[in-house]
């Protein structure tokens, strides 16, 4: 995770850095803006990995799991996008994502 955090960090730096010289502005103010997005999603994706982190401790919500996944191609394909899709990471975290996977599998 340190390498996707240093890549959406650098990602950030550069579109703030691009509006500001676009803008004329290299105020404080106006790069303080990369410092609110950058603690704004990295804390997002931390809270995210952490209650994924606290579900996957009990075996009886890995099995829970392990079952959904061996029946569902949509759960299959959700949790994959997860790895690589912030958004879906979040809503995989969320606890009513396990209803609706039960729900569609």
Not at 5 to 30: P, Y
Not at 41 to 54: D, E, P
Not at 72 to 77: G, K, T
Request: hydrophobic share 45%; aromatic share 12%; proline share 3%.
């Amino acid at each position: 995770e340190g390498i996707g955090n240093a890549m959406l960090s650098g990602k950030l730096a550069a579109q703030v850095l691009g509006g500001a010289l676009e803008g004329g502005d290299l105020s404080a103010k106006r790069l303080a803006v990369y410092d609110r997005q950058c603690c704004d999603q990295l804390v997002r994706s931390f809270r995210s990995h952490q209650r994924l982190h606290w579900f996957f401790r009990s075996p009886t919500r890995v099995r829970f799991v392990l079952r959904l996944l061996a029946r569902s191609p949509w759960v299959r394909e959700t949790l994959s996008h997860a790895f690589l899709n912030e958004k879906v990471r979040t809503r995989v975290a969320n606890p009513f994502f396990l209803f609706q996977a039960w729900w569609r599998s």
